[in-house]
């Protein structure tokens, strides 16, 4: 019951966190407004070009996901952004894992990776994911960051799942295309000084120390960065890699922001008029 309270305190969606397990259905139930499930695909399992098995839930994943991870290689232009042997790896935005599969192997058993993904249509086979490669040093936390602990309003972009965000204009006037909303959800938003505070409670171990966020939230990273005050005060973040979505949010500011924390951009990568991937890493 003591490990619990806590979790009451700030409301049922956080009683998530302590089941590694949770199911489709209970997701859905205990998370979300049941809405109708009829525009869902139906799963198949791929392999990845490093040994993983995923389960594929839309073929957007296929043909922007999967190829803006092995081919744009997005987040691998500089190896010391690379995760290594014993590292502690945040993904912010993790869809359906495929980041943090390759991390998690990356990091082997003296890492972790902490992933945290609010869209329950991609939580499900994200945690899908993890069991059928029995990664066993990753949680999966189905919530999004941002700078308070609230709920906010995700909605679904029928045209690319993975595009899905809390900003419902990063979807109508997407640079990509115009989607559609097809959905939305009622998800718990909590903040990374949140987490890291209490990792104890949410993931059972202390956290000191973060080697590597990765941020991928469709237009909010600034709100992500704020949320991390308290984390980028104490130097606790060694680095960063964020795909900033330019429709919504600006470079520079990302930059100017980290930069009173002391962080330096190591580069810039623009990869389209859609988004840039800033690397930035802890100077001080």
Do not use: C
Request: hydrophobic residues 40%.
């Amino acid at each position: 019951m003591g490990i619990l309270s806590p979790v009451r305190r700030f409301g049922d969606g956080f009683r998530l966190i302590m089941n590694r397990q949770a199911t489709y259905d209970v997701l859905l139930y205990q998370l979300l407004s049941i809405k109708p499930l009829s525009f869902l695909p139906r799963p198949r399992i791929v392999k990845l070009p490093d040994g993983f098995r995923i389960y594929i839930n839309d073929d957007a994943t296929l043909s922007i996901n999967v190829v803006d991870h092995y081919v744009r290689r997005e987040y691998m232009w500089h190896s010391d952004y690379i995760p290594r042997s014993g590292w502690v790896v945040i993904d912010a935005g993790a869809y359906v894992g495929i980041y943090t599969l390759w991390a998690s192997k990356l990091v082997g058993d003296g890492g972790f990776v902490m992933a945290f993904e609010p869209n329950p249509l991609a939580y499900a086979w994200l945690i899908r994911n993890i069991e059928v490669n029995n990664a066993r040093n990753v949680r999966a936390l189905p919530y999004a960051l941002g700078d308070e602990i609230t709920y906010a309003t995700l909605h679904v972009a029928g045209e690319n799942i993975e595009a899905s965000s809390l900003i419902p204009n990063h979807i109508t006037n997407n640079p990509s295309g115009n989607y559609t909303i097809i959905n939305t959800f009622k998800v718990p938003v909590i903040t990374l000084n949140f987490v890291i505070d209490r990792s104890g409670l949410f993931i059972g171990r202390d956290i000191d120390r973060i080697n590597l966020v990765k941020i991928d939230v469709e237009g909010y990273e600034m709100k992500v960065l704020r949320g991390s005050e308290k984390l980028l005060g104490r130097g606790l973040i060694e680095r960063f890699v964020i795909e900033v979505h330019k429709d919504q949010v600006r470079t520079i500011d990302v930059i100017n922001y980290l930069s009173d924390y002391g962080y330096r951009p190591v580069g810039v990568k623009h990869f389209d008029y859609v988004k840039d991937v800033a690397y930035i890493r802890l100077t001080r």
